[in-house]
């Protein structure tokens, strides 16, 4: 059974540029969420998406986007990187009732220089 | 406001000694679910136990022991007879379940254990 996967693991970027980050869901998880970690940080809340809708926001700009495929995956696109957008990005899945606990991938490590 | 505290930044031990974290939430609901995860070196966080707020009973898994109070809005962590392996930044978090808010995880900044041989 797979858990959940994140591509790529690390990325390197420059100001300015524009990032696509990649997750497959636990199998049998319909929902998925996103988290920015910078280092000695919590985990922060993006947003998540449930059938191919985002249904719920954190307190990120519109730079942050996102969608959700029909196969449950979903991708975090940053447009206009800053230096400050350097974290660890994961992705959290689970089913959609909220009390559900969320299985975390192993993060997508992005610099940006 | 909801909000999640673990006052413990950091914490050392010697390896077989017994270990608390602690963690303090805050919430306005009586509906809530409270989570703890692991998060070890190489940074993915692994899910270790989950308490809705109506489950006051305690839980022992193993070496891993929770103690859910809400009385003083705890939801402390015990590890038993700690071993090098526990070594990582465990977090505490809160999801409340109201109209509107309860998509996302609340979570406390985290406590690094250092479990040294």
């Known amino acids: 059974d797979a858990g959940v996967t994140q591509s790529p693991t690390h990325l390197i970027k420059t100001r300015g540029q524009q990032v696509t980050l990649r997750c497959s869901p636990k199998?049998?998880?319909?929902?998925v969420s996103w988290y920015q970690q910078a280092l000695g940080q919590g985990p922060q809340f993006i947003f998540q998406?449930?059938?191919?809708?985002?249904?719920q926001r954190g307190n990120f700009p519109d730079r942050f986007s996102g969608h959700q495929f029909p196969n449950y995956s979903s991708e975090l696109n940053v447009n206009a990187l800053l230096l400050g957008d350097s974290a660890l990005y994961l992705c959290?899945?689970?089913?959609?009732?909220?009390?559900?606990?969320?299985?975390f991938g192993p993060g997508t490590r992005l610099t940006v220089t | 406001a909801q909000k999640v505290t673990q006052a413990q930044t950091e914490i050392s031990v010697v390896e077989k000694e017994d270990v608390t974290l602690d963690c303090v939430y805050e919430?306005?609901?009586?509906?809530?679910?409270l989570f703890w995860y692991k998060q070890p070196p190489s940074g993915e966080l692994v899910f270790l136990i989950r308490r809705n707020s109506f489950d006051e009973q305690n839980e022992i898994s193993g070496r891993y022991s929770w103690n859910f109070q809400k009385s003083t809005s705890s939801f402390n962590f015990t590890i038993t007879a700690s071993q090098v392996v526990d070594s990582a930044v465990y977090f505490c978090?809160?999801?409340?379940?109201?109209?509107?808010?309860?998509?996302?995880?609340?979570w406390g900044l985290g406590t690094s254990l250092a479990v040294n041989p």
């Open positions: 959290a899945s689970s089913l959609y009732p909220p009390g559900t606990e969320q299985y």
């Open positions: 998406y449930y059938e191919e809708e985002e249904r």
């Open positions: 978090a809160l999801r409340d379940v109201n109209a509107g808010n309860n998509r996302k995880l609340i």
């Open positions: 919430t306005r609901d009586t509906t809530y679910y």
């Open positions: 199998s049998g998880h319909d929902t």
